[in-house]
């Protein structure tokens, strides 16, 4: 089998209609399709990668079929433009928004018995389809949706790895002690008392087992796949790895830039000691 | 050049570690370094001096760092039927020179390299800091007489030697474990100087998401014009690609005819630019946007002043290694395997504190 390396440049406000409207069609009706896989991505511009995994002599055929398909959908759905401000900060310019572009980062031959390394990341693929789907896109829901996964990932972790919660309020104190000092921190830390009511009530949300059911199905799905993971050998070394490739998990789908990813820690943190829980 | 502070441990460390193999020589070439090398050696490494094991030399002649001209002298230098070359930085690791033995004992006409040049082994990713690490066969080093000393800077030299060795039938032989290549770790600066001192400015015309045309523009009134590829993304519309890894040894390249080389003069609002091989061309040059850029005369073409310290960085050092790469790849297209036209080496050295020159 192969994972076909497929771009789709669209401005990050177009990406939830480019999911609803183009992938999902396109994933339901192909027979070469075995399963798929979507990345976003910043490189040479805001890009959505999806991987198509099919048997090698599909390879070519599925390939036309995306282009055809993918320049179709481009040139019919009237998509915005993303405008072009010269000079940009690289070598090169960005490729041209709603185009289709191939082999941007390598395609993949696996063997049937690798497919299940997979797996996590076809599962994760279809929770972002709907949980991203229906909404436009932008940082912020980028980062609530982050923080809805790493909270759910913590709480389906805890019983496995019961230090992992102390670890993390731990943690929490420096950055609290550094807050005045650094640009990054001052952002954060103000940030944070912007957006800090709403991330109780997620908090409560997840942890609390009575308000459990009117959490998003998609989240429900998550916990359902944190807990598998994580209870899959049962102890505490093993369940501490997984914990951090679920994290890499999250932030490889999400392309969560550095300073995302400062901001999220530093959110989680506070809301663990905030919460003491 | 000036890495005594990487010398001082690794030099005394890969010693210690094939004290076991009697039939073995280290050659310590100070290449005009200005950081007390000398003073330590004597300080430190007399004992070993004095046994034989290491031999000391130094040159007074160069005034800058060229890796080729420097291996050349040291490998000349060499008294053994194996030279094994290891930069101030790297550790040889323990008993290497056992393990190279064997496999010179084992294989008859290899280099041992850590460069995949052919990309035979998809996983195999040593450091760069490692890759200009070599062990030839003295005989096989003075058939193709050395490094090519063109390559007066930093960069390509090592693949280029291995390259070379191949076309007259020498086998390149990855080292695979990785003991033997240890090293310390240090920043780029220590490697290569970037012309920043030079150069008057660097102006960009964007063509494609895979290709931009640059033009520098130095303070003596040359410059430099050619066309960047980025052979990543490049044809990135053909569906092909979705399956077909692309080939190409490096990400980034120069498009033919290579760099056009001129005078330009600046002339109240426009630039004339004195092309070596063609007409010359005009370019007005204008404000947008508090952006500095240059229009064709004939409005075909517009270039970005490039001010950003980052990018400028990025772009000279993908000038730098296109120098010593293209040398490389002429070599490796026009099949010369025997390069400097028999003058390589060349240099007067002191041995081991004396005050007779030797000339090698």
């Not at chain 1, 070598?91 to 018995?113: E, H, M, R, V, W």
């Not at chain 2, 441990?9 to 100070?30: A, R, S």
């Not at chain 2, 090293?183 to 290569?192: C, F, G, M, Q, T």
């Not at chain 2, 890894?245 to 109240?268: A, C, D, M, V």
Request: hydrophobic letters at 35%; a negative charge; aromatic letters at 12%.
């Amino acid at each position: 089998m192969i994972w076909l390396s497929v771009s789709l440049f669209s401005h990050k406000n177009q990406w939830n209609k480019l999911l609803s409207r183009a992938v999902v069609p396109f994933a339901s009706k192909n027979a070469y399709l075995n399963g798929f896989t979507i990345e976003f991505n910043y490189l040479s511009g805001e890009n959505i990668r999806l991987s198509l995994l099919t048997d090698e002599e599909n390879a070519p055929e599925l390939a036309k079929l995306a282009d055809k398909y993918f320049n179709n959908y481009f040139l019919s759905a009237g998509l915005s433009e993303q405008e072009l401000k010269l000079p940009v900060n690289g070598i090169f310019i960005p490729f041209p928004s709603n185009t289709i572009q191939f082999g941007l980062y390598p395609p993949k031959k696996i063997t049937a018995d690798k497919l299940d390394n997979y797996s996590l990341s076809l599962h994760f693929s279809q929770i972002m389809l709907y949980a991203l789907k229906d909404d436009v896109i932008d940082d912020e829901i980028i980062l609530t949706f982050a923080f809805y996964l790493r909270m759910g990932l913590i709480k389906m972790a805890s019983p496995v790895y019961p230090q992992l919660v102390n670890d993390l309020k731990s943690r929490a104190i420096p950055l609290n002690a550094v807050s005045s000092k650094t640009a990054e921190s001052k952002i954060n830390t103000l940030k944070f008392e912007e957006v800090k009511e709403t991330l109780i009530e997620i908090t409560r949300d997840i942890f609390d087992v009575d308000r459990t059911p009117h959490l998003p199905v998609w989240f429900k799905q998550w916990m359902v796949i944190c807990k598998e993971n994580m209870n899959k050998y049962g102890d505490e070394v093993t369940a501490s790895s997984i914990y951090i490739k679920m994290l890499s998990l999250i932030d490889t789908h999400l392309a969560l830039s550095t300073k995302m990813d400062s901001m999220l820690t530093y959110f989680i943190d506070r809301i663990l000691l905030y919460e003491e829980l | 050049m000036n890495r005594l502070h990487q010398l001082r441990q690794t030099l005394p460390q890969n010693i210690k570690d094939n004290e076991g193999y009697d039939d073995l020589e280290f050659i310590v070439l100070n290449y005009n370094s200005h950081d007390d090398m000398e003073q330590w050696i004597k300080e430190n490494m007399s004992e070993h001096i004095l046994n034989g094991r290491l031999k000391y030399y130094k040159t007074t002649e160069p005034v800058s760092w060229s890796p080729s001209h420097a291996k050349n002298i040291a490998y000349k230098l060499a008294t053994g039927e194996i030279i094994c070359g290891k930069a101030a930085d790297n550790f040889t690791g323990k008993n290497f020179a056992h393990y190279v033995n064997e496999l010179f004992n084992k294989n008859t006409d290899i280099v041992l390299t850590p460069i995949d040049f052919h990309r035979s082994k998809p996983d195999y990713q040593p450091a760069n800091d490692v890759l200009g690490e070599v062990c030839i066969k003295k005989h096989d080093f003075l058939k193709i007489e050395g490094f090519d000393e063109r390559m007066d800077r930093y960069g390509f030299e090592d693949y280029d030697l291995i390259n070379r060795l191949e076309m007259i039938d020498v086998k390149r032989l990855l080292i695979e474990d990785f003991t033997y290549l240890q090293y310390i770790s240090h920043n780029n600066n220590e490697r290569y100087a970037l012309p920043t001192d030079d150069l008057r400015a660097i102006y960009i015309n964007y063509h494609s998401p895979s290709t931009s045309e640059a033009i520098f523009l130095y303070k003596d009134s040359r410059f430099e014009k050619g066309v960047l590829v980025d052979n990543f993304t490049k044809d990135a519309a053909n569906c092909v690609y979705a399956y077909t890894p692309r080939k190409y040894h490096f990400e980034y390249s120069l498009n033919e005819p290579g760099w056009q080389t001129g005078t330009w003069i600046n002339e109240n609002d426009h630039i004339k630019f004195s092309p070596d091989s063609s007409k010359k061309l005009i370019f007005i040059k204008q404000q947008k946007d508090g952006q500095t850029i240059l229009i064709d005369t004939d409005n075909s073409s517009i270039f970005y002043s490039i001010t950003d310290n980052k990018l400028i960085d990025t772009i000279l050092t993908f000038k730098h290694f296109i120098y010593t790469r293209s040398i490389m790849e002429a070599n490796l297209n026009g099949k010369n395997a025997v390069v400097n036209k028999g003058v390589f080496g060349k240099a007067t050295v002191y041995k081991n504190f004396q005050p007779q020159p030797i000339t090698v």
